[in-house]
């Protein structure tokens, strides 16, 4: 199995910047795409960037310009700069890993750390 620990969220002010960080660790294979997802309070879990191991990235629309997604295949590691936050951008935040182990393909998922946008 593939464990995902993440870093780097808190309490900021709106226009402020934070920067999480994601590790995977465990029986790592392959790692197809890696990114980040956020659910906020009574509402659906949801994409907010991901990169493929072939360096394809996917933004949210609601980020685009403002947050920048890193990744390191050798390391295994990914991280999202977040610039410019705005309060709506309080969430949860999930690192996500989908992993491909020969015939088995599976989402890993982070424990998920708290970002808090102060107006």
């Known amino acids: 199995q593939v464990q995902l620990v993440e870093s780097g969220g808190g309490l900021v002010q709106a226009g402020g910047s934070l920067r999480l960080s994601c590790a995977a660790s465990?029986?790592?294979?392959?790692?197809?795409?890696m990114g980040w997802y956020r659910q906020a309070p009574e509402k659906q879990r949801e994409l907010v960037a991901v990169?493929?191991?072939?360096?394809?990235?996917t933004y949210a629309d609601f980020v685009k310009g403002r947050f920048t997604i890193s990744r390191d295949n050798a390391k295994n590691t990914v991280s999202l700069q977040m610039n410019n936050l705005k309060p709506e951008d309080t969430a949860v935040y999930y690192c996500?890993?989908?992993?491909?182990?020969?015939?088995?393909?599976?989402?890993?998922w982070g424990q998920g750390t708290q970002v808090t946008v102060s107006s």
């Open positions: 996500n890993a989908y992993v491909v182990q020969g015939y088995v393909e599976y989402d890993a």
């Open positions: 990169k493929s191991s072939g360096g394809v990235t």
């Open positions: 465990g029986s790592i294979f392959s790692l197809n795409t």
